[in-house]
């Protein structure tokens, strides 16, 4: 297989676990026979830098003619005081939307070895693995008017959604119910909002094409709630564009570890972005100490939902258990036991891995 992949490693760490990415999918494609060529592009911070400007047209349209992209992280205080239009985030949310990226995919699943640094008792949150479905290009992120009035002592943001955007990201959420657990919870406010009522309905209806998948409506705040008393009653959450933002970050720490969760920002013919949940982390960037895992989860995740290779993505996720079971942990993660290294040395690690005897054995259990 030959494939074009767009590199945006932004700011922070970002160009940090970027690196580690790619090294791990070289020596992916070398044991496969697999080609991967790599393009770099500017965005966020860094293009701001650079051209004046959070996404460059030529980052957009690099990415437009590759195959698939890996976006490392976008921000920092140095930024933080700028206009709205001169924001490292505006360049993700432009790409975002111009790929006609809607559908986000964010996996959180605990790894055993991390469990003891949730936040919450370990014997409630053993055996959560659920999956949230974000809403990504519609909502109260890209409705207009959104702005100040003309003595700026009045704000308005507009949340807007037609029919057919919940409709597409209803029938992808359905999809992946059906491939997991079979259970899909819809959360909404539909006790207060509009949109939230539409959304409610478009899930009522498209649910009889789905006799097999168990359907729920949850209100945003029970959720919010009901996510950290049993979150383990969760199997696929679906749920618009902002609510999806704070409930996948609330649903992030529960397995201990922040630095683990990859995601997926899908098109509908399969196109996709590939980005680590976690930020730029700029108090870290430079030290080579961050935690490239979600970024080389985010390259195994690109790898079975861009390219449909099921089993180089299998292995890269059994590789990142096995240097965990090992002990081996970066700083942001509270192993009790173990070594530490930092991210060329944890690279390193799960290279080793996948390149070993053992991993013959890990395919094996991908099949199972
Ligand atoms: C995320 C982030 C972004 C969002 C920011 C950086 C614009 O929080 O990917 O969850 O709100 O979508
Ligand atoms: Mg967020």
Not at 200 to 224: M, T
Request: aromatic fraction near 6%.
């Amino acid at each position: 297989m030959n494939k074009q992949i767009t590199l945006l490693p932004g700011d922070g760490i970002g160009s940090e676990v970027i690196s580690s990415a790619v090294q791990v999918l070289q020596v992916v494609a070398d044991e496969y026979k697999h080609t991967f060529n790599f393009q770099i592009e500017d965005i966020g911070g860094t293009a701001i830098e650079k051209h004046g400007t959070p996404l460059p047209e030529k980052t957009s349209a690099v990415c437009k003619s590759s195959d698939a992209v890996l976006l490392g992280a976008v921000g920092g205080p140095k930024w933080d005081n700028n206009p709205s239009h001169l924001r490292p985030e505006k360049g993700l949310l432009q790409i975002r939307k111009e790929l006609g990226l809607f559908a986000n995919l964010r996996p959180v699943k605990g790894f055993p070895s991390l469990l003891h640094a949730s936040p919450l008792k370990e014997e409630v949150v053993n055996g959560s693995d659920l999956l949230i479905v974000r809403e990504l290009t519609g909502g109260i992120y890209f409705g207009t008017p959104s702005q100040r009035n003309h003595e700026g002592n009045s704000a308005v943001d507009t949340l807007y959604y037609t029919k057919q955007e919940i409709e597409r990201i209803v029938d992808k959420a359905f999809q992946c119910a059906r491939e997991r657990r079979k259970h899909l919870t819809s959360v909404d406010k539909a006790n207060v909002l509009e949109s939230s009522k539409l959304w409610r309905e478009v899930v009522e209806a498209k649910k009889v094409n789905y006799p097999d998948v168990k359907v729920e409506h949850l209100l945003v705040d029970a959720a919010a709630m009901k996510l950290i008393t049993n979150p383990s009653q969760f199997d696929v959450i679906v749920t618009e564009n902002m609510f999806g933002d704070i409930l996948s970050d609330e649903a992030s720490v529960l397995t201990g570890s922040l630095g683990m969760l990859p995601s997926a920002s899908l098109r509908e013919d399969g196109f996709g972005l590939y980005e680590p949940v976690h930020g730029s982390a700029p108090d870290i960037a430079g030290k080579g100490v961050a935690n490239p895992l979600a970024m080389i989860l985010s390259a195994a995740m690109m790898l079975r939902y861009s390219f449909g290779l099921e089993e180089e993505a299998c292995l890269i996720e059994a590789a990142v258990e096995h240097v965990l079971k090992e002990g081996y942990s970066t700083g942001d993660l509270q192993m009790q036991k173990g070594t530490k290294v930092n991210t060329d040395e944890m690279t390193a690690q799960v290279v080793s891995y996948i390149t070993s005897e053992s991993a013959a054995h890990s395919i094996l259990s991908c099949y199972a």
